[in-house]
């Protein structure tokens, strides 16, 4: 055999996995696609239920006008192009994800398959989790927080300094600038319930140890606290909401790694790689060396 021949028989597998990338993607995009497609045919209900959290906040301080405004005469068109770029990915994350597993999966032993096809499954389920508690718990206590900085007018004549007026501060928000917020709070909730399943899928593959992720708590804490302060506003309570939960998924993940970890040593006993007889008198023996 040539090595023009070795090299036909080498490429072939790359080409056909290509292929097969290429119809997997393009089975994503047009779920995508169709998921948008509806999305934008009702994206007035969409955004009614997205401003639900700003008009029970406003309901609850006595303003009963909860209508924002277009500032750009474009602005209502890209609002529905949001919305419909969203409920794409949500309508179509579940199909994207069995394409995923349709292109790794023959490429996985038994086991492994075993071993990935919960964590396929979890993730999305996890970020639609952090996505509600954004949603139904942390969006009502910071919009709360933003319509608080307001304030009621005067004319002039009727109060203030010296008889002077009262400027009146009231909220006239946008409508792309309120989707904005919204849709940052369901994400980077939705992103930080992650968290588990990374640090869980990182110590099945041996990347991280439960030991050393409580070896570095402390640093642990310190970044939560800065990602609470980047993605929440300057609001105290919604931060410590945050980094309660965070921290306490990172707790999560530690003993769902101890676990992950003391399933392979029971399998590696059970096969007889993993042998405590076998291991103590060999420590005994090198630390006796080693203090000599």
Same mark, same amino acid.
């Given at each position: ?17 290509l292929?097969?990338?290429?119809t997997? +993607? =393009?089975? %994503?995009?047009?779920? $995508?696609?169709? !998921?948008?497609?509806?999305? #934008?045919? /009702?994206?007035? @209900? ?12 406003m ?19 890209f ?17 994207i ?22 964590? +396929? =499954?979890? %993730?999305?389920?996890? $970020?639609?989790? !952090?996505?509600?508690?954004? #949603?139904? /718990?942390?969006? @009502? ?6 319509l608080?900085f ?97 921290y ?5 993940s ?19 790689y ?19």
């Open positions: 055999m040539s090595a023009s021949d070795d090299i036909d028989d080498s490429a072939a597998p790359l080409i056909e996995h292929a097969e990338l290429r997997r +993607l =393009i089975h %994503s995009v047009i779920a $995508f696609i169709i !998921g948008m497609v509806i999305c #934008f045919t /009702v994206w007035n @209900p969409i955004f009614n239920f997205l401003t639900h959290p700003l008009c029970s906040a309901a609850e301080r006595g303003q009963e006008d909860c209508g924002l405004i277009l500032i750009k005469l474009q602005e209502g068109f609002v529905a192009i949001s919305i419909s770029l969203l409920g794409g990915l949500v309508l179509g994350f579940p199909y994800s069995y394409q995923l597993w349709r292109f790794v999966a023959p490429g996985l032993y038994k086991n492994e398959k075993g071993a990935f096809l919960p964590f +396929l =499954i979890s %993730s999305p389920l996890m $970020f639609f989790l !952090g996505a509600a508690f954004a #949603f139904y /718990v942390v969006t @009502p206590l910071a919009f709360d927080f933003f608080g307001q304030q009621a007018g005067t004319l002039v004549g009727d109060g203030g300094k010296d008889g002077q007026g009262i400027a009146a501060i009231a909220f006239q928000g946008s409508a792309q600038e309120y989707l904005s917020l919204t849709i940052k709070f369901i994400v980077a909730f939705g992103l930080c319930f992650q968290l588990p399943v990374l640090l869980t899928l990182m110590g099945k593959a041996g990347l991280v140890s439960a030991e050393g992720l409580g070896n570095v708590r402390k640093y642990a804490v310190v970044g939560i606290l800065v990602l609470a302060a980047l993605v929440t506003p300057p609001d105290v309570i919604t931060q410590i909401i945050l980094f309660v939960v965070v306490g998924l990172y707790e999560i530690i003993m769902l790694v101890r676990r992950v970890e003391r399933q392979r040593e029971e399998k590696l006993r059970a096969e007889g993993y042998d405590d007889e076998d291991e103590d008198p060999l420590m005994a023996e090198f630390d006796e060396d080693d203090g000599k």
